[in-house]
């Protein structure tokens, strides 16, 4: 077997070190003659710590999927290369609906709900809200349960169904362009235009581990960031470095932005 320990060293540093070592024992399960083995759900950092594996066991193949194209959250898979059936992802999905004119419910409600039930976050996916409802995905193993139990949001009744992955109406997000310069691609220069914070208050999220880089939480303020990183703030939501477009005559950097609302 390959010697792991600074992989899960490495992760530990970073915060991920529990995920690194669920993960890492579900690929030793494939490498030891499973054809394939299924990750609960985690944000995209999570192909960070596969693709990390995959490089320990070259004969191992990664799939990931969370049960739409374009899903936040994913199922990642460690599959043995030479299985030549399908990988069953485990993924189901259904529809949370009320009454509109009762009370405009949130994200965060149907998530502090859903996690009321006692059931873990990595059982579910993304949450898509609709209009007078929500699209949720969810690991096959808790579907009945939810079903059966998920009867109120914040006081307000709903009814649960389930539905086909193919019936999953992709996210709609606000995107706003910001086009600015900075005066270095600092985590807390970029970030502070980006959300529309003073630089003075980024630094405290920061330092009070509000900031993710790329799923990941921040090293500092002075992280440095990179065209294609994606930045994101608790309760401010996150934005891509679209771009990087250029230097000054007087030394700034002009930075597009595509922030998520």
């Not at 691609?185 to 630089?199: E, N, Q, T």
């Not at 930045?231 to 771009?243: F, N, Q, T, Y």
């Amino acid at each position: 077997m390959a010697d792991t320990s600074k992989l899960i060293r490495y992760f530990e540093a970073s915060g991920s070190g529990e995920e690194a070592r669920r993960m890492l024992d579900l690929a030793e399960q494939v490498v030891k003659g499973k054809p394939f083995r299924v990750a609960d759900f985690t944000s995209p950092a999570g192909l960070v710590i596969a693709d990390a594996i995959k490089a320990a066991y070259p004969e191992l193949q990664i799939q990931s999927y969370g049960g739409y194209e374009g899903a936040e959250r994913i199922r990642i898979a460690f599959v043995d290369s030479h299985f030549q059936g399908t990988v069953d992802m485990g993924i189901s999905a259904f529809k949370v609906e009320w009454d509109p004119r009762f009370r405009l419910l949130t994200h965060r409600d149907v998530l502090g709900s859903l996690l009321g039930l006692g059931i873990d976050r990595s059982k579910f996916g993304d949450i898509i809200m609709v209009q007078g409802g929500a699209q949720i995905l969810v690991d096959c193993s808790v579907v009945d349960f939810v079903i059966q139990n998920f009867t109120k949001i914040a006081m307000v009744t709903v009814s649960v169904n389930p539905m086909e992955l193919d019936d999953i109406a992709p996210k709609e997000e606000k995107i706003k362009e910001v086009r600015t310069t900075v005066a270095s691609l600092r985590l807390d220069a970029v970030a502070s235009s980006g959300f529309s914070v003073s630089r003075t208050k980024l630094v405290s999220a920061v330092n009070a581990g509000l900031l993710q880089v790329n799923w990941q939480p921040a090293k500092g303020p002075s992280q440095e960031v990179k065209e294609g990183d994606v930045i994101s703030m608790r309760g401010r939501g996150r934005m891509k470095v679209e771009a990087i477009t250029g230097t000054s005559r007087k030394g700034r950097i002009g930075v597009y932005l595509k922030r998520f609302m």
